[in-house]
């Protein structure tokens, strides 16, 4: 039989036990309330925010999906072809006896947004206007009709050797091109876009511009090769075979943008589903 003391001892213990048990209980009450609370509050903030990046998904999904990704391909191809016109355009001004009406060419001003000069300093651009003066001085002497057949072979000769060191820089952008990229930077400045979702459309910004680089370059590979390509009848036509040439070197160094644009149109349907559950 327990004496007094332990009596007293086993009881303080219990109190303290139960002590302990309740108040164990009122935290666990109050943080199921609390949470069951901020549930009740914040889901309808987080639904309005799930509807506004609707909208803004839905604004990408036409820039990427299938369809959308079938015009970037146009802009891309008209892009290369109007400047390869150029290119040959110049060609055939300097070597045969063809005059253009620039004004009626696929390049001209009023298909183009901008010429975006691919070069990285005031002397570079300097240099290159130096060049386009030659290039021109060129073309008006071999136009006088006032020279003998020697004189003739020494222009071609000339001609030839200022073809060699021909450097393509004024790249040609097109007003779908400009229009495109401006959708495309408008939706990534969205503050309601996952920062996965804003590394993909960077990644496919940048790849647009190594694409655009890409033009530059392989048209300057190809001048080399004009001489033994180029035929009157053949002043660049999207099926002839100097375009065709040009297009398959393109493609086969050009950034896959098709890739990115399934990576971003893959997110935004996996992103969705994830939310549709939550919510």
């Known amino acids: 039989m327990m004496n007094k003391e332990e009596i007293e001892f086993f009881s303080t213990i219990s109190n303290q036990f139960l002590q302990n048990i309740f108040f164990i209980v009122g ?31 839905s604004s990408i999904l036409d820039i990427f999906d299938k369809q959308g990704y079938v015009e970037i391909e146009k802009c891309f191809k008209k892009i290369l072809f109007i400047n390869a016109c150029s290119l040959c355009d110049d060609y055939a001004e300097l070597f045969l006896n063809i005059e253009f009406n620039r004004k009626t060419r696929p390049y001209n ?6 010429i975006m000069w691919n070069i990285c300093s005031m002397e570079g651009i300097e240099e290159y206007e130096q060049f386009r003066g030659k290039f021109n001085e060129l073309v008006a002497i071999k136009k006088n009709m006032k020279i003998n ?7 071609y000769t000339n001609n030839l050797n200022f073809w060699m060191n021909y450097n393509y820089k004024e790249l040609k ?10 959708k495309i930077i408008d939706v990534k400045s969205s503050p ?10 960077e990644e496919f910004l940048e790849s647009m511009n190594k694409n655009l680089n890409l033009v530059v370059e392989i048209l300057n590979q190809y001048t080399k090769q004009l001489p033994n390509d180029y ?10 075979s100097i375009f065709i040439v040009i297009e398959m070197k393109y493609n086969k160094k050009s950034k ?24």
């Open 109 to 114: 001003i009023e298909q183009i947004q901008k």
């Open 231 to 240: 035929f009157i009848q053949e002043i660049i036509e999207e099926k002839s």
């Open 192 to 201: 309601l876009l996952p920062k996965e979702l804003l590394v993909l459309i």
């Open 149 to 155: 057949n020697l004189k003739k072979e020494l222009i």
């Open 27 to 57: 935290i666990v009450i109050t943080i199921l309330t609390y949470i069951n609370a901020k549930r009740t509050i914040l889901q309808p903030i987080k639904t309005e925010v799930f509807k506004l990046q609707v909208t803004k998904f």
């Open 256 to 279: 896959d943008l098709e890739l990115i644009a399934n990576k971003i149109v893959q997110y935004i349907r996996n992103y969705w589903l994830v939310e549709k559950i939550n919510t």
């Open 173 to 182: 952008i097109t007003t779908e091109y400009t229009e495109l990229r401006k």
